[in-house]
């Protein structure tokens, strides 16, 4: 019975209490600043300074500062959730518990399918590696060659992440030390060799296709994606020592340093591609491998050697850092009943959830197959992964409303951050255009169908699955999800970012969000309704 208090009512859950005490507590600052970082800078430094130059001109250095200083906002959110409620794949979690089984089905489909977003930063080792080996990649897509050594070297990071995590830890740390020093080297090197001054106001000046597309660069020119990734350390929070100490200092530090990090990039590439390639303006400049080849024509034959190297260090790492996040997420998502409870165990000798890794390994090879290019798989599984951040302000908001929830108190001004993270969030989605969004908000809203599957009169509650109500109550509590798809997808379609244009910019983006904050509010009161029903049960990390 005392079993069954702890967990709010949740049946089955002692099996995932036991095996959510099998993770090993052994991750500090250090190892989380290094997960952050490292999740962060991967294939968006190799190609992201060209797509923003390319759709923003000098101007993308204010798309990134943007980026920054907005996912720190939505940051913010998560950290008072990771430090009030830390767990193995929290970020999953959370939507579950605040808003109901059919927002945790489809945050939680949504997570499952943007484990293919590690295939971005294989498709990405893999463009570099033609370099070398040109059958790999016809300039596109990649070959069935390159599919097959991209599928190879899955199996490779998924066998590097089934020991240990502090061994995990080690080398990450070591990994983000090279990913630091290659671009410092790099932007060094091509500032004292090709340095052209005027380029803020050359070639049609400082925003030459003018500021509204500050905003398409900070998803569609690849931006967000480079920079997302922060909340990685959260998703270690069951793994943590200390998490409400060490994961907000972790969180806004793995930030601070890309973001500087990514601003330098861009700095030195703007001001040193050469004046004969800028004939038809920042559009026309074209890199398969930006850095690498501008490195050659300014005959740094050893820079493009070392970048060419870091091609596959860089990505590979944060597909180092992708597989072992997903697994985290697959593990969560067994806990909460979306896939099959047989994906939650945890190896006893370890604490790493290996049948989680194996899955994830799975999904990650299914991705290579039908997309390939790094801009066409980060188009759509950056704005999968971005429901993430507005279902997490969701859940902060509901939780602490919520007169039987404890939170850490951690973040102040809580009640005007979450809605303003979850405009953000919106803000993110929408601005990625209607090319990526007719693809990921369908397949996101296919959770629905999942869900309903799973629902479906005579089918037998899941071990460990929440309390079961009417199906007409648990489609009203998470309704507001639905019909957030629903109208972003409607919105994008009539805006100005590749949309039909009946709404021109700025008025698309102001009415998205109108729309948010109201969804916002919308799904806050269904949320503190839910938990009146079924309370939320404590995280076993802070017991």
């Known amino acids: 019975m005392a079993e069954h208090q702890v967990t709010g009512g949740e049946p089955g859950t002692p099996a995932a209490v036991a095996q959510e005490r099998r993770l090993r507590r052994d991750l500090g600052f250090w190892g989380l600043t290094a997960i952050g970082f490292s999740n962060i800078v991967g294939s968006g430094w190799l190609f992201a300074a060209l797509y923003a130059a390319q759709t923003a001109g000098p101007a993308s250095l204010l798309s990134w500062i943007g980026a920054g200083l907005l996912c720190a906002l939505v940051a913010l959110v998560m950290i008072e959730l990771g430090a009030s409620r830390p767990e193995g794949g929290g970020t999953v979690r959370w939507p579950l518990h605040a808003g109901g089984p059919l927002v945790g089905t489809l945050v939680g489909w949504s997570v499952l399918l943007s484990v293919g977003g590690t295939a971005a930063e294989i498709s990405a080792i893999m463009q570099y590696a033609a370099h070398y080996l040109p059958d790999l990649y016809n300039g596109r897509t990649l070959s069935a060659s390159g599919v097959a050594l991209a599928a190879g070297l899955s199996v490779v990071l998924t066998a590097l992440n089934w020991f240990a995590v502090r061994l995990f830890a080690r080398l990450n740390n070591l990994v983000s030390v090279f990913k630091i020093v290659v671009p410092v080297v790099t932007v060094a090197a091509l500032i004292a060799s090709g340095w052209h001054s005027g380029r803020l106001s050359d070639h049609g000046g400082f925003a030459p296709y003018g500021y509204a597309a500050c905003l398409t660069a900070l998803a569609g020119g690849g931006i967000v ?13 069951g793994e943590t020592r200390n998490p409400r100490r060490t994961l907000p200092a972790a969180v806004l530090a793995g930030i601070g340093l890309a973001v500087l990090m990514y601003l330098a990039l861009q700095v030195a590439f703007l001001f040193t591609v050469p004046e004969s390639l800028l004939g038809g303006g920042w559009h026309g400049v074209s890199f398969e491998s930006p850095f690498g080849q501008l490195a050659l024509i300014l005959n740094l034959h050893w820079l493009s050697s070392l970048l ?11 597909a180092y850092v992708g597989v072992a996040l997903d697994a985290r ?3 969560a998502l ?7 409870r047989y994906f939650m165990k945890v190896d006893a000798r370890s604490g790493v959830p290996r049948r989680a890794l194996v899955v994830n390994l799975a999904v990650i090879v299914l991705f290579l197959l039908p997309i390939g290019g790094w801009q066409q798989i980060v188009s759509v599984m950056g704005d999968m992964y971005l429901l993430i951040y507005a279902a997490s302000a969701v859940a902060a908001a509901v939780f602490r409303a919520d007169p039987g929830t404890v ?10 951050l979450a809605p ?3 405009v953000v969030a919106s803000e993110f989605v929408y601005w990625s255009g209607w090319a990526a969004l007719r693809l990921a908000l369908p397949m996101v809203l296919g959770g629905l169908l999942l869900f309903l599957l799973m629902r479906r009169p005579g089918t037998a509650p899941t ?16 309704a507001w999800l639905v019909c957030y798809l629903l109208a972003l997808t409607v919105l994008s379609r009539l805006g100005s970012f590749g949309g039909t244009g009946l709404l021109p910019a700025p008025y698309d983006s102001l009415t998205v969000a109108a729309v948010a904050l109201a969804l916002f509010f919308w799904a806050v009161r269904s949320g503190v309704r839910y938990l009146a029903v079924v309370p939320a049960p404590a995280p076993v990390a802070a017991e």
């Open 420 to 422: 303003v993270s979850f």
């Open 463 to 478: 071990p460990g699955e929440l309390p079961r109500r009417p199906l007409a109550a648990e489609l009203r509590t998470g």
């Open 225 to 237: 994606y480079s920079v997302n990734g922060f909340q990685a350390p959260l998703d270690f929070s």
């Open 329 to 331: 997420h697959t593990y």
């Open 334 to 340: 067994a806990k909460n009943g979306t896939i099959p």
């Open 308 to 318: 060419y190297a870091d091609a596959v260090l860089s990505p590979g790492g944060s």
């Open 407 to 416: 939170t850490a108190g951690w973040i102040p001004g809580l009640r005007w």
